[in-house]
C-alpha cells in the first residue's frame, strides 16, 4: 500500500510506501493527513467492500458523511492479475474490448461474467446502501477511499 504525503517545504504530493496494521488503520493515518485540507460541505466516498473500513474512519475524523459506491472488477480466473473491466451500479460498464480479445472470451463468456457481476453489486447495494442510489457529489467536495 502506499500513501499520499504532502511535503512540508514544496506543498507538492509524494507517493511513498507504508505498512498499516488493517484497512482501519490505514484509514486513521489518512484522516492525519486530510486534516491540513479545507473543505467546504466534504462527504466521504468508499468503494464497497473493501474501501468501506477506510472510508469509515476517515469520515468519522472529517466528521463528513460516508456514502457507498458498489464497483465490481471483472477479471478471468485463470488470469486474475489483467482485469477486462469494471461494473459499477447503475450499469456502468467499462469493457477493455482488447483484453477480452486477448483472453479469448466469447460474448456468453463475457455476458455470464457481466451478469454475475450485477448479482454482486445488487447484493451490496441493496445490503450495504439500502438501495440508495449513489452519492451525488456534485455539490461536495468529495474524497475517494479505494480497495486497498
Given at each position: ?71 465490481r472488477e471483472l477479471v478471468v480466473p485463470e488470469n ?69
Open positions: 500500500m502506499t500513501i499520499l504525503e504532502r511535503t512540508a517545504h514544496s506543498g507538492a504530493v509524494e507517493s511513498m510506501p507504508v505498512r498499516f496494521a488493517d484497512r482501519r488503520d490505514a484509514g486513521r493515518r489518512l484522516a492525519t493527513l486530510l486534516f491540513g485540507f479545507r473543505y467546504e460541505d466534504p462527504i466521504v466516498v468508499g468503494i464497497a467492500p473493501g474501501g468501506m473500513p477506510v472510508a469509515a474512519e476517515v469520515a468519522g475524523a472529517l466528521q463528513a458523511p460516508l456514502e457507498i459506491v458498489v464497483v486474475p492479475e489483467h482485469p477486462i473491466g469494471a461494473l459499477a451500479e447503475g450499469e456502468i460498464a467499462i469493457i477493455d474490448d482488447e483484453a477480452v480479445r486477448r483472453q479469448g472470451l466469447s460474448t456468453a463468456q463475457l455476458d455470464a461474467m457481466v451478469g454475475r457481476a450485477r448479482l454482486t453489486i445488487n447484493w451490496f447495494t441493496q445490503h450495504l446502501c439500502q438501495g440508495a442510489p449513489g452519492p451525488n457529489t456534485v455539490e461536495h467536495d468529495a474524497r475517494l477511499s479505494l480497495t486497498g
